[in-house]
């Protein structure tokens, strides 16, 4: 199944410079990843899939105008995100060199005017104020929010890309906001709502 034909099986709809701006994403990431270790899967089918996975929550969280990506990697989910919402400020943030090298390759070859890549923790970056936080396998969910108090609005809201670990991180945060789990094979969304 190719990427259009996944992504549709999953209510998305994009245009054709999308789907080109994801081949040339995936060219990229199979060239430099093999040689820069940027990420285990590098098959096509394993690529769809974690594009697929990176844009998922597009379904059912609300809109927001900008958003942190914190330790990006190879891209997911922040540089997906960049690509698939354009009219979105995105920031990704990530401290290893190799993988913000690959990132401003594939910002500059998609001529990602909604862009800005920090290459450094999150606890340094200064001066930045989101909407949103996204992050998928960086930390727990307590250090996450904790990492992350500087760079958020007010009512800021957190999507974090989790695994089966999460009943036990959201018992330790005792978040009491108004959050949700979405739940997709086997991963699990949590999505913690500002106000």
């Known amino acids: ?16 410079n999308f789907y080109k701006d994801c081949t040339v994403f995936t060219k990229l990431l199979q060239q430099w990843g093999k040689i820069h270790n ?8 394993d690529i769809n ?7 998922y929550p597009l379904n059912f969280i609300d809109s927001y105008e900008s958003f942190a990506d914190i ?13 698939a919402r354009k009219d979105m400020k995105a920031y ?12 401003n390759f594939v910002k500059a070859s998609l001529k990602l005017d909604n862009l800005t890549i920090i ?5 340094k970056v200064n001066d930045l104020k989101v909407d949103l936080v996204t992050s998928r396998a960086v930390t727990n969910t307590s250090l996450l929010l904790d990492i992350t108090k500087d760079i958020v609005n007010e009512n800021a809201s957190y999507l974090f890309y989790k695994g089966s670990m999460l009943n036990e991180e959201l018992e330790a945060v005792k978040v009491n906001k ?5 739940n997709r094979n086997d991963r699990n969304y949590l999505y913690i709502k500002g106000k």
């Open 1 to 16: 199944m190719n990427l259009q034909e996944l992504l549709e099986e999953n209510n998305f709809e994009f245009d054709k």
């Open 38 to 45: 940027l990420s285990g899967r590098l098959t096509l089918e």
């Open 49 to 55: 899939e974690n594009i697929l996975d990176s844009i």
């Open 71 to 83: 330790g990006t990697g190879a891209g997911y989910p922040g540089l997906l995100l960049a690509i």
């Open 92 to 103: 990704l943030i990530e401290p290893r060199v190799k993988r913000v090298a690959f990132l």
């Open 119 to 123: 290459c450094d923790r999150v606890e």
């Open 178 to 182: 108004n959050y949700k789990i979405v």
